[in-house]
């Protein structure tokens, strides 16, 4: 369970120094927190934590419960998009199981069906609902890159109807972020890590051709977002497959900044703010992403974890106000 502690501080103050009488609920706490206004104290948010009933075991429902109560709920709303197929997947994809000695488990053999010749895949699957292995990724060679462009894209029809009513139901007790996709993320989900990384030395421009085609679709989704009044936060996931170990500072900039930030200035001048997650040992990347245009990142994992970097008190003397800091171990907003 996440606790606070007085021995977490912001820009240097401790905890028990906040507030100047102000009572916030949890929706303006995190609000003023995006806009970079005074709060009452952190918000304090357990991941994963949503009123979505589903859970993969029933053990973690007393927390889940017990911060359902006691938390600021930060809750993600996903309207129809597919970034690869569009609204085509039924039509393009076809699936075929196979029995793999281990009766927990099957093999699903995945086919995308396109102009220029088919894509396949191998994925491994729980018959438990255990996350899946992807054993063979769509994308092997440049050749596939040009299969997947040849796709006819057509995109799902604006629909956040059900925004409004996981926003009713949050009411005050938190916010709900309208999540999107993220062009590098859909280019590691195709290809994998190491087929990434060789195609980044010997077909960069392959890459690109890819990346820019994502970035519009994601852009146009933004774009019908905000037309529609959605007020935000936007958030997603995914630079952490593009920054060092995986790929290198220089792969950061050309494949995570030079992309997201056009998507960052779109929902700055719609009046929104924006919430990233990524992974690993970012800090040496927290100025290009305040750079980026990043309002909140997330989840900041400590120096003393093997997959971590980030002093977080070191961190907020050093950045101050100029972004919001979610995470080290611990799920507090500053």
């Known amino acids: 369970m996440i606790v606070l502690k007085a021995e977490f501080y912001r820009y240097g103050a401790p905890i028990a120094e906040y507030g100047g009488g102000i009572e916030l609920t949890s929706k303006e706490r995190y609000w003023r927190i995006f806009k970079n206004q005074e709060i009452d104290r952190p918000a304090l948010k357990l991941w994963g934590a ?21 938390s600021d709920l930060f809750c993600h709303y996903v309207a129809p998009f597919n970034i690869f197929l569009g609204r085509r997947q039924e039509e393009i994809v076809s699936y075929c199981e196979e029995p793999v000695d281990d009766t927990e488990w099957i093999n699903l053999h995945v086919t995308w069906h396109t102009p ?31 299969r997947v462009l040849s796709i006819p894209y057509t995109p799902f029809s604006f629909d956040a109807s059900d925004y409004y009513t996981v926003l009713n139901e949050i009411g005050d007790r938190g916010i709900v972020v309208f999540h999107i ?41 933004v774009h019908s977002a905000l037309k529609a009044g959605i007020p935000g936060p936007y958030a997603w996931v995914g630079p952490e497959v593009l920054i060092p170990p995986l790929l290198s500072p220089k792969d950061f900039e050309d494949f995570v900044f030079a992309y997201d930030k056009p998507i960052c200035d779109d929902i700055h001048n719609g009046g929104s703010y924006t919430w990233v997650h990524c992974h690993g040992k970012v800090a040496k990347f927290l100025d290009r992403f305040i750079n980026m245009g990043v309002d909140v990142l997330n989840p ?13 008190y070191s961190v907020a003397q050093k950045y101050g106000c100029r972004i919001g800091l979610e995470g080290n171990n611990v799920g507090i907003f500053y």
Do not use: W
């Open 300 to 312: 900041l994992e400590p120096n003393n974890n093997v997959n971590g970097d980030i002093d977080l």
């Open 116 to 146: 220029k010749g088919d894509l396949c895949a191998l994925e491994r699957h729980s018959k438990l609902g255990n996350p899946p292995y992807v054993l063979e990724n769509l994308i092997k060679t440049p050749e596939d890159i040009e």
């Open 181 to 221: 996709d993220h062009a590098g993320y859909a280019l590691h989900r195709l290809m994998g890590s190491e087929t990434l990384a060789l195609m980044s030395i010997d077909h960069r421009d392959a890459l690109h051709g890819l990346l820019k085609v994502f970035q519009a679709r994601i852009r146009e989704h």
């Open 50 to 70: 949503s009123q979505d009933p589903f859970l993969l075991h029933k053990a973690y429902k007393p927390v889940r419960d017990l911060a359902l109560e006691i």
